[in-house]
């Protein structure tokens, strides 16, 4: 029954923005940490930022740092990355993640195993 589900994905000249969406259902949560990753054909997929349940721990790639900002409203089950300053680099499959009942986002994050994964939205970012 939990999912998790992106959206605000598509195709953006280099230095514009956009906004992703992850609305997440069956599961509590204000119980659980939230990630954005990325994946792009022929690499390993990315940790790109991670949020506390209460948003009040964030953490970035260094790729991203300064240009993305992670989000979440409690009130709306719903996660937000802010992408702005786009680069063709960014092009990737983006993905949101879910982990219940820890504190992660002020460890290695990236490289734990996450409880819900969405099934992607494709950002591509043309030069």
């Known amino acids: 029954q939990a999912q998790v589900v992106e959206s605000g994905g598509g195709l953006v000249q280099a230095g514009g923005f956009l906004r992703l969406s992850c609305t997440a259902s069956?599961?509590?949560?204000?119980?659980?940490?939230m990630g954005w990753f990325r994946q792009a054909p022929g690499k390993e997929r990315e940790g790109v930022s991670c949020?506390?349940?209460?948003?009040?721990?964030?953490d970035y790639a260094n790729s991203v740092k300064g240009r993305f900002t992670i989000s979440r409203d409690n009130a709306e089950n719903t996660l937000y990355l802010q992408m702005n300053s786009l680069k063709p680099e960014d092009t990737a499959i983006y993905y949101c993640?879910?982990?219940?009942?820890?504190?992660?986002?002020?460890?290695?994050?990236?490289?734990?195993?996450?409880?819900?994964w969405g099934q992607g939205t494709q950002v591509t970012v043309s030069s």
């Open positions: 993640a879910a982990r219940g009942l820890g504190d992660y986002c002020s460890s290695s994050w990236w490289e734990y195993e996450w409880d819900y």
């Open positions: 069956g599961l509590t949560f204000d119980d659980y940490d």
């Open positions: 949020i506390s349940w209460s948003g009040g721990t964030t």
